[in-house]
């Protein structure tokens, strides 16, 4: 490669996806291989697109990140906080999962200022029938642990919060 080629690697690679990486690669080394570009992409849309699922008048709101739909929009504060905003565009029953580490208990729900009661089918919080421009809040707390893991072959110790590792 000559040097033009060489200069400003990591910035222009910007939005690209590692491969092979271990657990500390990218504060180390760059493990960035641009095949994996074109699937990685494809994978994050296939994310993105089951974030909300709508069928027969029911949403779900399967992971708690952020997103606009014909139905609602969805707000995460998540992970500075344990908060979920839903904001209702259509009348319509809504259900919301909950992540692994949210104990059901410890879910709050309030549906334009009024706390409302929720009941449980697995992860999903049953919030019930919600209509047109009403905003639903679920709130909760993030646990902070330590977990030991390995990650190919090399054993490590993280912190997590919520989702995050930190």
């Known amino acids: 490669m000559n040097a033009a080629g060489a200069e ?12 092979w990486l271990n657990g500390n690669d990218w504060a180390t080394r760059m493990g960035l291989m641009h095949c994996c ?11 993105w697109e089951k974030i909300l699922t709508h069928a027969d008048g029911k949403l779900k709101v399967n992971l708690l990140l952020n997103r606009a739909s014909q139905w609602a929009d969805v707000d995460s504060h998540i992970p500075y906080r344990g908060q979920v905003d839903v904001k209702i565009k259509q009348d319509l029953d809504l259900a919301i999962r909950l992540a692994e580490w949210v104990a059901p208990e410890e879910a709050r729900c309030i549906v334009d200022g009024m706390e409302r009661e929720l009941t449980f089918d697995g992860r999903y919080a049953q919030v019930g029938a919600v209509k047109a421009g009403q905003t639903v809040t679920l709130t909760f707390p993030i646990p902070e642990r330590t977990d030991r893991v390995i990650i190919e072959k090399r054993p490590y110790t993280i912190i997590r919060r919520g989702n995050e590792v930190v």
């Not at 570009?37 to 994310?47: I, K, S």
């Open 37 to 47: 570009t074109g699937n990685a992409t494809r994978a994050v849309y296939y994310v």
């Open 8 to 19: 400003r690697v990591a910035e222009r690679s910007l939005g690209g996806f590692g491969g």
